[in-house]
């Protein structure tokens, strides 16, 4: 079983930054890719950016720019650096990550969530 932690969430105003954290732990023999996904009150769940063990990267044409997402592979952590927040990111963000296992086996797992409030 994997765990993925998220922290960094809360309230900023308008044009503000906050920056996501998100740890996994557990059976983990090898994660080949982590991210974010967002989910807004009334909207499905978007991919808004993702990172592989590799580090290639993409992001969601509405992040573009403002968002950077990295990560530390001797850690297991993901972040996500938002910059220039807007209202419209209000959202719970989901941290995931694809882990293969020990045994060979590939899951997807998916964190608690974190809110993130953006006020004018």
């Known amino acids: 079983q994997v765990q993925l932690v998220e922290s960094g969430g809360g309230l900023v105003q308008s044009g503000g930054s906050l920056r996501l954290s998100c740890a996994a732990s557990g059976s983990i023999f090898s994660i080949n890719a982590m991210g974010w996904y967002r989910q807004a009150p009334g909207k499905q769940r978007e991919l808004i950016a993702g990172?592989?063990?590799?580090?290639?990267?993409n992001y969601a044409d509405s992040v573009k720019g403002r968002f950077t997402i990295s990560s530390d592979n001797a850690k297991n952590t993901v972040y996500l650096q938002m910059n220039s927040l807007k209202p419209e990111d209000t959202a719970v963000y989901y941290c995931?990550?694809?882990?293969?296992?020990?045994?060979?086996?590939?899951?997807?797992?998916w964190g608690q969530g974190t809110q993130v409030t953006v006020s004018l």
């Open positions: 995931y990550a694809k882990v293969t296992s020990h045994g060979w086996a590939v899951y997807d797992y």
């Open positions: 990172i592989t063990s590799g580090g290639n990267t």
